[in-house]
C-alpha cells in the first residue's frame, strides 16, 4: 500500500468532517488516542544537613518538615500523628479516623455510587463513539454520506456490548498469559532467591517472557483493530469478527505489520510535536505569570491559573479529539485495503473510483 497517499486520504477526511472530531474525543477515553509522554518530573529532595565536622548526614522527614507544620495541641497533633514520631498510637489514630468518618459513610458511599454510574456513562459513550467513527468513514468512503454526530452515536450504541466484550476478552487473555508467563520466574526467583544461578536463570527467563509477552500484546493490538471493525462494519459476533480478523492478518502479516509501524510513527511525532508545543507555550506562559506576579501577587496568579489551566485542558482534549479520529479513521481505511486485497489482490482498496491507495505486488 502506498501510506503518504492514505495518510492523506485520512488527515483529508479528518479535516473535511469536523463532526467526527467530537466522536474522537468521546472514543479517546476507552481506546486511546490522546497525547504523549511530557518527560519525567522529579521533586526536588531536601538538602542534606551538616553535622558539626563538616559531614552531610542523611535527613530526617520530621526535621525537614517541622517548620511547615503548625504549632498544635496534644489532641489535635494525633490526628497527624502516623505513629511515626514518639508517643504515636497507629490504633488510636484508627479508631479517632474511623469515628470521625463514620458519619459521613452515607455520603461517602453515595458519592461512589454516582462515579461509578458516571464512569458507566462514560463507557457507554465512549465504545458507541467508536463504533460511530467506525461507521462514519466507511458511509465517506462507501457512499460519501457524512452521519453527522448524532446519527452516527445512534447507530454505534447498537454495538456497545459486543464492543465491550470484545475489549474484555482480549484484555483478560492477556491478563491470564502475564501471570502464566510470570509464575515460573517468580516461583524460580523466590525458590533459588540465595543461589546465583537460580537468580540469574530468574532473571533470563524474565527477560524472554517479556519479549514474547510484548510479541503478543502488539498481535493483540492489531488484532483489536481489524476485529473492532469486522465486528461493526458486518454486524457479526464476536467470535467471527476475532477469527476473519486474524485470518486477514495472518494472509498479509508483513503489510499489516507494516501498517502498524506506520501508526506507531504517526504517534511518535504526535507525541513530539505536543511535547514541544506545551514546552514552548508553557515557558511562555510561565514568563507571563511571572509579570502578574508582580503586579497581582498571589490572587492575580491565582486567577490566572485557573483560567489558563481551563483552556489548556479545553485545547487538549479537542487536539486529543483530533488526533483519535485521526488514528480511527487511518485503521477503517487500512482496514478497508485489506479486504480489498482479499477481492481483488491486484488492488490496495475495495475502490472503482480514481481514489486508490497503492499496489500490492
Not at 106 to 118: A, E, S
Not at 150 to 179: E, I, K, P, V, Y
Request: aromatic fraction near 12%; include cysteine.
Amino acid at each position: 500500500m502506498n501510506y503518504s497517499i492514505l495518510l492523506g486520504r485520512t488527515w483529508e477526511i479528518v479535516r473535511r468532517n469536523r463532526f467526527i472530531w467530537w466522536l474522537g474525543l468521546l472514543a479517546m477515553f476507552t481506546e486511546g488516542g490522546g497525547g504523549g509522554g511530557f518527560g519525567n518530573f522529579q521533586a526536588p529532595s531536601f538538602p542534606s544537613s551538616s553535622d558539626n565536622n563538616g559531614e552531610k548526614s542523611s535527613s530526617d522527614w520530621s526535621s525537614q518538615m517541622q517548620p511547615l507544620i503548625p504549632r498544635l495541641t496534644p489532641g489535635q497533633a494525633s490526628w497527624f500523628n502516623l505513629g511515626c514520631l514518639p508517643g504515636g498510637d497507629p490504633g488510636e489514630l484508627l479508631k479517632k479516623a474511623w469515628s470521625g468518618v463514620l458519619p459521613y459513610m452515607g455520603l461517602i458511599i453515595v458519592g461512589l455510587v454516582l462515579l461509578f454510574l458516571l464512569w458507566l456513562l462514560l463507557m457507554y459513550l465512549s465504545i458507541s463513539a467508536q463504533a460511530g467513527l467506525i461507521l462514519s468513514v466507511q458511509e465517506l468512503e462507501a457512499r460519501r454520506v457524512a452521519l453527522g454526530f448524532s446519527l452516527a452515536m445512534d447507530q454505534g450504541r447498537a454495538f456497545f456490548w459486543r464492543l465491550l466484550g470484545l475489549g474484555l476478552l482480549l484484555g483478560l487473555g492477556l491478563f491470564l498469559l502475564l501471570m502464566v508467563l510470570a509464575a515460573p520466574v517468580v516461583v524460580l526467583a523466590v525458590v533459588g532467591r540465595n543461589q546465583v544461578m537460580a537468580i540469574v536463570g530468574a532473571v533470563i527467563l524474565g527477560v524472554l517472557f517479556l519479549l514474547l509477552l510484548l510479541a503478543v500484546g502488539w498481535y493483540v493490538n492489531l488484532l483489536a483493530q481489524f476485529a473492532k471493525r469486522r465486528l461493526v462494519l458486518t454486524d457479526c459476533g464476536i467470535s467471527d469478527a476475532l477469527t476473519e480478523a486474524h485470518r486477514m492478518i495472518m494472509a498479509r502479516l508483513g503489510t499489516a505489520a507494516l501498517s502498524w509501524l506506520v501508526s506507531l510513527g504517526v504517534a511518535f511525532a504526535y507525541s513530539l510535536a505536543m511535547t514541544l508545543v506545551v514546552l514552548l507555550v508553557g515557558v511562555g506562559l510561565v514568563g507571563v505569570g511571572v509579570g502578574i506576579w508582580a503586579l497581582a501577587k498571589l490572587a492575580g496568579v491565582i486567577i490566572y491559573g485557573i483560567a489558563v489551566g481551563g483552556v489548556f485542558v479545553a485545547v487538549m482534549l479537542v487536539v486529543g479529539g483530533v488526533y483519535a479520529s485521526f488514528v480511527s479513521t487511518y485503521w477503517t481505511l487500512v482496514y478497508r485495503a485489506f479486504e480489498g486485497l482479499a477481492a481483488a489482490p491486484h488492488l490496495a482498496g475495495p475502490w472503482s473510483r480514481p481514489v486508490v491507495y497503492g499496489k500490492a505486488g
